[in-house]
């Protein structure tokens, strides 16, 4: 935060040094080379420059405008124009001549071509840097999208498949129940037919016997017995020739292990982390050697999980460390 508002203020300071010396309202477009330290927008140059003394002077872009003459605080009739390379200070050619007569120095114009080469490099640096890292976190993004995909892909094609297996199973299994329900229902109805119609029958029988026994002719129910006779003696044979149908019971074998396939299936197909994958030799080759310019791992036999191992410190390391030439072999 402190960093932030110290950039505001030197932004202010700047657009306050682009601004019209003159009106200190508008932002500067002119120069002069004349006016020293003087930079002008346009209707003040026009102004400050309509008596004829004024009008001698060149009008100059802004950018056309040699830096500034900085005055030695010790000798103020002095420019400052060279750097003292063992000082590390700004000196006049006095102060050359004087204090710092036996001292290395260079021109003022190279020291700050010199900082504006560095600081554009270390700029350029950091956006490099910067792009790299957005660039990694977007692979990232990436992966992650396509690993959730896959993975909910995956569960869909699972649980489809559970649900298919399951639902033909249910069919199957209701089918069998149904199929052998017919079949045992249908014996004991074949087996009631034949009882059905003996029960008619009897029915007719004990008709027969009440209308004779209705009218009080002895002699006539008499003559009926041997018919009533007969009909017993006939029934009882065909009834012992019916046994009694029996019928097999059935059970669902395996129900009660439903439950314990429950959680089975529970525990198939859970979302868990993946255990990441350690070298620790390979590792530690990598740090030690991490300021070489060459990482040599052709002899290493590296499998895939170590080539991610690889990819994630190269992917950790700044641009500058991230262009190394990397040598492997993989089986």
């Known amino acids: 935060m402190l960093l932030f508002s110290n950039h505001i203020k030197f932004l202010a300071s700047i657009e306050e040094l682009n601004r019209c010396t003159n009106c200190r309202m508008v932002k500067a477009k002119y120069a002069c080379n004349k006016c020293e330290n003087e930079n002008f927008c346009s209707s003040c140059y026009e102004t400050v420059h309509t008596p004829p003394v004024m009008q001698k002077h060149q009008r100059l872009s802004k950018d056309e405008k040699p830096p500034e003459a900085i005055p030695c605080i010790i000798h103020p009739k002095k420019s400052l124009e060279y750097w003292c390379l063992i000082c590390s ?67 869909i094609e699972a649980m489809a498949e559970i649900r298919r297996v399951i639902d033909e199973h249910e069919k199957n299994i209701l089918q069998n129940i149904s199929n052998t329900e017919k079949e045992q229902k249908k014996r004991i109805e074949d087996y009631k037919i034949p009882l059905t119609n003996e029960l008619q029958r009897l029915n007719m029988q004990k008709i027969f016997f009440e209308m004779f026994s209705s009218i009080k002719n002895h002699t006539k129910l008499l003559e009926a017995k041997e018919g009533f006779d007969d009909y017993v003696n006939e029934t009882n044979e065909k009834l012992k020739l019916l046994p009694m149908p029996t019928i097999t019971e059935y059970f669902l074998e395996g129900i009660h292990k439903f439950p314990s396939l429950k959680e089975k299936i529970l525990q198939c197909g859970r979302y868990v982390e993946v255990l990441r994958y350690h070298n620790p030799q390979l590792e530690e080759f990598i740090t030690d050697n991490r300021t070489n310019p060459e990482l040599d791992l052709k002899l290493r036999r590296l499998t895939d999980a170590d080539m991610k191992i690889v990819a994630n410190a190269l992917r950790k390391s700044t641009v500058q460390k991230y262009f190394i030439k990397v040598v492997a072999f993989r089986e």
């Not at 290395?104 to 190279?110: K, Q, T, V």
């Open 89 to 155: 200070k700004l000196i006049c050619i006095d102060c050359l001549l004087f204090q710092h007569k036996d001292h290395n120095y260079i021109l003022l114009d190279d020291v700050i071509q010199g900082f504006k080469t560095k600081i554009n490099i270390n700029l350029q640096s950091i956006q490099s840097s910067l792009h790299y890292k957005i660039n990694q976190a977007d692979i990232l993004l990436n992966i992650i999208d396509n690993n959730s995909k896959s993975s909910r892909q995956k569960m």
